[in-house]
């Protein structure tokens, strides 16, 4: 089953849900408006997997960044809520390496790498291409600058 009929699936249950999947529904009817605006701007092609898990991501990114924001003010129902979203996106994103796993891998690129070619550039354009979409790349960054230093 793909992530779309996943989504659908959901959509259908908590409607069934009614009060109990309130914010499931809207997070998930949220997620599908932004997955077909990406197809329409794609020229209206279906999008794959991999394509609709960068959409989610990025979703989940945004929520982030938001809590971020949060964190000062004394909003604790908008951070409460925002978590709740989030919580619901992973739902349908695969699991993230953790940051020992990351450190492994871009560990193995620096050393494959000529000596003369370790720049940060060269570093994340490696590493990202190996990790696209199975780490945040902030935290890829972090780590190719603290191996650089």
């Known amino acids: 089953m793909s992530i779309k009929e996943q ?10 849900a009614k009060a109990e999947g309130k914010l499931a529904l809207t997070v998930i009817r949220m997620a599908r408006a932004h997955i077909r605006q990406a197809e329409i701007d794609n020229g209206h092609v279906e999008l794959t997997d991999d394509q609709v898990i960068a959409v989610l991501r990025k979703e989940v990114k945004q929520r982030k960044e938001t809590l971020a924001e949060l964190a000062d003010s004394s909003r604790d129902d908008l951070i409460e809520q925002t978590n709740a979203e989030i919580a ?20 193995e690129i620096v050393d494959a790498m000529d000596p003369e070619q370790r720049n940060m550039g ?3 354009k490696a590493a990202m291409a190996q990790l696209k979409g199975k780490a945040d790349g902030k935290v890829i960054s972090a780590i190719v600058r603290e191996l650089l230093a």
């Open 7 to 16: 989504l659908l699936a959901d959509m259908k249950s908590a409607m069934k």
């Open 88 to 107: 619901v996106l992973q739902k349908y994103l695969p699991a993230e390496l953790s940051e020992e796993e990351i450190r492994k891998v871009v560990q």
């Open 122 to 124: 060269s570093m994340m």
